[in-house]
């Protein structure tokens, strides 16, 4: 008997998952633990020369918004503590 897709007696393509082969070590098993870690501080080192580091300006400049959001941020929250503070005196006397 037969159906839309195929045969029942003979399984669909999809549901035939291929094997994979499972990796037993690979390059990080030969490499002992001093090794590794030596490549890891090489990568490290690798990666932060690609970094664009922000001029003396920029950073003085974000430095400076960083720290008058914070401020208003402190404005902010001490306004509302504030105001709080007195309704819940009003409310419960």
């Given at each position: 008997?037969?159906?839309?897709?195929?045969?029942?007696?003979?399984?669909?393509?999809?549901?035939e998952?291929?094997?994979?082969?499972?990796?037993?070590?690979?390059k990080?098993?030969?490499?002992?633990?001093?090794?590794?870690?030596?490549l890891?501080y090489?990568q490290i080192?690798?990666?932060?020369?690609?970094?664009?580091?922000?001029s003396r300006?920029?950073?003085?400049r974000?430095t400076?918004?960083v720290i008058?959001?914070?401020?208003?941020?402190?404005?902010?929250?001490?306004?509302?503590?504030?105001?709080?503070d007195?309704?819940a005196?009003?409310?419960f006397?």
């Amino acid at each position: 008997m037969t159906d839309a897709v195929g045969s029942i007696d003979t399984p669909d393509a999809q549901d035939e998952a291929p094997e994979k082969k499972t990796r037993k070590g690979g390059k990080r098993a030969k490499k002992g633990p001093l090794k590794r870690l030596a490549l890891f501080y090489r990568q490290i080192v690798a990666e932060l020369r690609k970094v664009v580091w922000p001029s003396r300006t920029q950073l003085t400049r974000y430095t400076t918004v960083v720290i008058i959001f914070v401020v208003v941020m402190i404005g902010l929250v001490t306004v509302i503590d504030y105001g709080l503070d007195h309704a819940a005196k009003y409310v419960f006397g």
